[in-house]
């Protein structure tokens, strides 16, 4: 069994975005010389998520409205308890349980094996600072 | 190590579905050979999601009015910017991120591992047209 | 490939509540003697999760009000007509969705490959009786 380790760090500038790492990914994969296999992909931070859907401009404002209206940002400690803390992202924990920590992607033929409109993101809910990102191969 | 992948192909005739998968998986999981291992399935499309819980259909009705709820189908391109590429299917990107994209389910003693309830399911949020679910299962 | 599998007990008190369970998985994985490799944890339960966000008590009130409000406590058949059935769990079963089945976390090693402030939870929302979490390791 082969395996294969890397930690990408990012430094999104706004509080809110996503960030397509799938050819990131698809590097890494190459990399590990595996051929079938998995490839998990997590964020290391727990403000912030890594989710696969379409790369397309609007549906990514689409999904930070909604995301906001399910989890609207409010540094107080009213809102979210967590605030009491000296922290103001509580609404960001909220958000990353809704769009997932990690993804398990399958490597056939030394390849990530997707769907044709599969795109690898990271999601940052309290960015403006350096964050992690996981991808962990393992296979043969 | 072993490896075994198959991509199942499903046409669900209504828009939102949902239909147990778990026999189809645990064939998968016979014909791998693997007895200690980890089964990944997942959707490949990205409106659609695979989940584990109860086949039952008032729990199914229930998840469906809730969806709907928080997260409308509605083609226009007011509510989901999406919808201004030509597609109408905005809502159906917002519910599968709540359903989930995938599920990573132990193979132990040759079977799937499960608690007495777990059933795995293809959830459609666009249906009407062929998509695919991926099983991809590694192990000894 | 060694594996190594796991089935935890918990029986919570509460109807809701939330367990950090990361030192009973860290101690499975240093049992399991894998080094490089994935591990798997799930609720075996489909009124449970297993998640993985910061243990603090103010953020895990805030998630108890929010899962209420996504999705609220009834026992009648008329908001759930999962309830139709005789249980009283509807509600259980939509808070699982949005809190997660499981959780796959990287072994490198030797140890859970973790950010400054993961922590492994399980989340019960209709507790008062034994349920079972597995843990399942692959890897050399």
Same mark, same amino acid.
């Given at each position: 069994m082969k395996s294969h380790t890397r930690h990408l760090t990012f430094n999104v500038p706004a509080r809110m975005d996503f960030v397509n790492i799938t050819s990131q990914v698809a590097d890494e994969v190459r990399k590990s010389g595996v051929r079938e296999g998995l490839c998990l992909v997590n964020a290391m931070h727990i403000t912030a998520s890594v989710f696969i859907n379409d790369d397309e401009p609007g549906l990514h404002k689409d999904y930070k409205r909604w995301l906001e209206q399910l989890a609207p940002f409010d !540094?107080? !400690? /009213? *809102?979210?308890?967590?605030? *009491?803390?000296? /922290? =103001?992202n509580g609404d960001a924990h909220h958000k990353r349980q809704i769009m997932g920590r990690e993804v398990v992607v399958a490597i056939t033929n030394g390849k990530? =094996?997707?769907?044709?409109w599969e795109q690898i993101h990271y999601a940052e809910f309290d960015g403006r600072r350096r964050k992690r990102v996981l991808v962990k191969i393992i296979g043969e």
């Open positions: !540094p107080s !400690p /009213e *809102r979210y308890q967590h605030n *009491r803390t000296g /922290e =103001d990530l =094996d997707f769907g044709p």
